[in-house]
């Protein structure tokens, strides 16, 4: 029994395994045939796409082929336009060409003819100036056959008589300028400065090289000295001043050119006196102590100067400056009171005219600035001011007043000119300034020289402190038209040639006597 399942089984297993292997096949069968139709399908669709693509590449083909054509006939078309343009151009050139060459030829022509006419003309002319001077000779020697001169002396007489009419010309129009000029200038000049003067009279006080320090006894002398002369030698080294001890009693003498430096050795001696202990450790101290106290005084004078002549926002350099000028001295005149007294003159003055008084006081407020640095810095103190004035940006107006005070430049501006005004009322003041004796000597004999160089002068006196020279004129050189002209070279040259503060008056004077007697 169980045989028979078993071989039931088997038959079943190879029957299922048969069927299975019948299957397979079959549906591989079935899937070749389904491919190959697909394949099929699929070349046909391929051939179908190249052939449309080849039928589109053709019409794109023609197309462009079209375009093209169309492209080059219309390039062929314009340049063909292009061409016909530019040959029509060249012969409207080839016309105008042709009539410029015309032209010219007919110019050309004209040119010869008028060259022909003027040869003519110019032969023409060259008989006729034969003929002229020809005339001119016959009429010149007939002239000096009636006239009974030669050429030379008439030439001589005729500029003698033409000399002698423009001496007198000459002499007409100066007299005339000048009076003119003294009528309307004079008195008008005369009220302006006699106010400002009156209204800004100021004390001067007349320094010296030298300052004197008074002692309480001769024993204080010794103690200066020191043993073996230390004391003196430190305080001439600390303040650079020179002491001149000698036998003036009770007193000592201190000698330097630089007054700021000679005030701190003086304040800087009195203190030592006053403490009483002198030695080179306390002389470097009151030194150092005086030093600041000129100092501080330096600014204090600097600001009251600024602060009285109402000049504002100048530079605290400049006023240091200014207070530096209060030891600085010109002529014996104190720079700093010459300073604001030149200012307020030229404010003043300013007023009067109408014109800016701010700018005036301000210019001359700082117009001797230099002379605070004539010792440390070479050069003019118009060199040195002008420098200071563009360092610290002063206005240009301020600038060229200070370059033309003392006429380096030629004043451009009516406020230069009243500082410079101002300058010499200030310097000519009576009293203001002093000079030695030698200096006064020799500006005397320079006046007199001067005068006495000129042609025509007989004699002549320098007078009123040399503020006058008097000429005394050889009647027989020199008439009264040349006068004149004798007045104005002898100014011009003591202009050219001398230094002077203020002004001079030149005085010529020509007499003629007649004198007989009755018997």
């Known amino acids: 029994m169980k045989s028979q399942l078993l071989g039931m089984v088997v038959c ?9 292997v ?32 080849i039928k589109t590449s053709e019409t794109k083909k023609k197309e462009a082929l079209l375009e093209a054509k169309d492209e080059i006939y219309k390039l062929k078309s314009d340049s063909e336009k292009e061409l016909k343009e530019r040959r029509s151009e060249v012969q409207r050139q080839e016309r105008r060409i042709q009539q410029k060459e015309e032209n010219l030829d007919r110019k050309a022509e004209n040119m010869e003819k008028k060259e022909e006419a003027l040869q003519q003309k110019l032969a023409e002319a060259a008989e006729r100036l034969k003929e002229a001077e020809l005339e001119k000779t016959r009429q010149y020697e007939k002239l000096q056959e009636i006239s009974g001169f030669s050429e030379e002396q008439a030439k001589a007489h005729l500029l003698a008589i033409l000399d002698g009419e423009l001496a007198h010309e000459k002499a007409l129009k100066i007299a005339q300028h ?22 800004c009279a100021a004390d001067h006080v007349a320094e010296v090289t030298v300052s004197a320090v008074p002692l309480p006894s001769d024993e204080m002398k010794g103690r200066i000295i020191g043993r073996e002369g230390r004391n003196i030698r430190a305080l001439e080294t600390l303040t650079g001043v020179d002491l001149i001890i000698d036998d003036t009693p009770e007193a000592i003498t201190l000698s330097c050119h630089d007054h700021v430096k000679r005030e701190i050795a003086r304040i800087a001696l009195e203190k030592l006196i006053q403490d009483g ?52 001295t010109s002529y014996g005149q104190n720079v700093l009171n010459h300073s604001i007294e030149v200012a307020r003159l030229a404010s003043v003055m300013a007023a009067e005219l109408g014109l800016d008084t701010t700018t005036a006081r301000r210019a001359g407020l700082l117009h001797d ?20 004035a563009r360092k610290y940006k002063e206005s240009p107006e301020v600038i060229h007043a200070i370059e033309a005070h003392h006429n380096d430049v030629e004043p451009r ?3 230069a000119c009243l500082v410079q005004a101002a300058d010499a009322i200030s310097a000519a003041r009576p009293g203001a300034r002093r000079e030695n004796l030698e200096n006064y000597i020799k500006r005397l004999e320079k006046l007199e020289e001067i005068a006495k160089s000129f042609n025509g002068v007989d004699k002549c006196y320098a007078i009123q402190a040399g503020r006058e020279i008097r000429v005394i004129l050889k009647p027989e050189v020199i008439n009264d038209e040349q006068m004149v002209i004798t007045a104005r070279e002898i100014v011009s040259k003591i202009e ?24």
């Open 413 to 415: 501006t009516v406020v």
């Open 496 to 519: 050219n040639e001398m230094e002077y503060p203020g002004q001079i008056k030149v005085h010529l004077i020509r007499e003629t006597r007649a004198i007989d007697y009755a018997k």
């Open 369 to 388: 600035i230099g002379k605070a640095l004539t010792h440390e810095i070479e050069g003019s103190h118009v060199a040195i001011g002008v420098d200071l």
């Open 277 to 328: 202990r002198i030695h080179p450790a306390k002389i470097e101290e009151m030194v150092e102590k005086a030093r600041r106290e000129v100092e501080q005084k330096i600014r204090q004078d600097g600001e009251r100067a600024v602060i009285e002549t109402g000049v504002h926002s100048v530079h605290p350099e400049l006023m240091r400056l200014l207070g530096r000028m209060r030891y600085r």
């Open 178 to 199: 000048e009076q003119r000029a003294k009528e309307e200038a004079d008195h008008r000049a005369r009220e302006i400065i006699s106010m400002a003067i009156q209204r």
């Open 12 to 20: 079943g297993l190879v029957s299922f395994i048969i069927g299975a």
């Open 22 to 53: 019948i299957a397979f096949f079959a549906g591989v069968q079935y899937r070749m045939k389904v491919a190959e139709a697909e394949l099929g399908s699929a070349e046909e669709e391929a051939k179908r796409l190249v052939s449309d693509a």
